[in-house]
Each structure stands twice: as C-alpha cells, then as structure tokens.
C-alpha cells in the first residue's frame, strides 16, 4: 500500500480493548489507491474495521463497499461497478510462536484451513493497507460492462490462415 493513504494502529492500542475504524478516504487518496489499482477511478470507498486482540497479534474484521471505474474489456468503454466484501484478517508480530513456520520443502494447502496469520514487519498494523487488499481481491481483471456482449464471427474460408498461406504460395509460383 502507499504511504499516501495509511493508518496505523499499534499492538499495544489493541491489547486495552478493540479498536474501530471509519475509513472515507478523501479524492486525493481515492485516486492515489486507483491508481496503485490500475483503476479508471475510485468514486467511493467507505469501510468500517474493528482491530482486536487476538493470541499474541490481533484480529482485523469489517466491511468495504466501493464504486469502481473499469474499462470494459469487450467494448473499450469506461463504467462505474459497485463492490463491497468482507474483510479478516489475523496478525502476530515477527518472533510470534504462532506465525506460520518457514520450513521449506513442501507445503501442504488445505483449502478448507483458514489462512495463516500474516506476520507485521514491526509493531503497527496498516488497517488502511488491509481495506485496500481486499478491494483488489474484488476487483475483476476482465471487466464486462453489463449487457456487452463478445460478437464471435468464425472466419470464412478466404479469411482463414491457410487460404492466406495458399494465395502467397500461388503469387510466389
């Protein structure tokens, strides 16, 4: 996430009790985290978060809702999209018992597990970092505009590869 739009809350903050958050990031912010999306635009995003204690690290859970300017993949042209999700999220601190151990070798992945903990680089968590990742896990890499439609035209016999092939061959000779 870029330092543009950021906010922190350290370890020790959450350890007295949970922490709620109210994000309504400004114009500025909106377009900086566009762009780091590869968005058209971000119109809106508002989320709410609530940080709590959770073994030794936290617990980061809430909800985003967020409209999005896209670029149609089918028809070029720029729409607005509405999305929301969910957010959670756990945390330890680097050290933590609890983090997932860097073995090496093989890694079993059960899909029905839930996530490991994500280890903080230092004693703050980036609860702004959290509402951004997971707009990016909605965001469509392919998006259709509603009722685009992809037109298929199969090729006729004189558009075909081989009857391009066919005619140089014939000009050649």
Same mark, same amino acid.
């Given at each position: 996430?870029?330092?543009?739009?950021?906010?922190?809350?350290?370890?020790? #903050?959450?350890?007295?009790?949970?922490?709620?958050?109210?994000?309504?990031?400004?114009?500025?912010? $909106?377009?900086?985290? *566009?762009? !780091?999306? $590869?968005?058209?635009?971000?119109?809106?995003?508002?989320? $709410?978060?609530?940080?709590?204690?959770?073994? !030794?690290?936290?617990?980061?859970?809430? $909800?985003?809702?967020?409209?999005?300017?896209? %670029?149609?993949? %089918?028809?070029?042209?720029?729409?607005?999209?509405?999305?929301?999700?969910? %957010?959670?999220?756990?945390?330890?601190?680097?050290?933590?018992?609890?983090?997932? *151990?860097? /073995?090496?070798? #093989?890694?079993?992945? @059960?899909? !029905? *597990?839930? !996530?490991?903990?994500?280890?903080?680089?230092?004693?703050? %968590? @980036?609860?702004?970092?959290?509402?951004?990742?997971?707009?990016?896990?909605?965001? @469509?890499?392919?998006?259709?505009?509603?009722?685009?439609?992809? #037109?298929?035209?199969?090729?006729?016999? /004189?558009?075909?590869?081989? *009857?391009?092939?066919?005619?140089?061959?014939?000009?050649? @000779?």
């Amino acid at each position: 996430m870029s330092a543009d739009w950021t906010k922190p809350v350290r370890l020790h #903050e959450v350890a007295r009790g949970p922490v709620t958050l109210e994000f309504r990031p400004d114009e500025a912010q $909106r377009a900086k985290v *566009a762009q !780091d999306l $590869r968005l058209e635009s971000l119109p809106a995003l508002t989320a $709410r978060v609530t940080v709590k204690p959770w073994l !030794d690290g936290a617990e980061v859970t809430g $909800r985003f809702e967020a409209t999005v300017e896209q %670029i149609c993949s %089918i028809t070029l042209e720029p729409f607005e999209q509405p999305l929301s999700g969910d %957010i959670h999220v756990r945390v330890v601190p680097a050290g933590s018992p609890h983090a997932a *151990a860097d /073995e090496g070798g #093989e890694v079993e992945l @059960d899909p !029905d *597990a839930e !996530d490991p903990p994500d280890v903080l680089p230092g004693d703050a %968590i @980036d609860a702004a970092g959290y509402v951004v990742e997971h707009l990016a896990l909605e965001v @469509d890499p392919f998006p259709r505009k509603p009722g685009a439609e992809f #037109e298929y035209t199969p090729p006729t016999q /004189e558009e075909s590869p081989f *009857a391009v092939l066919k005619k140089l061959k014939e000009t050649k @000779d």
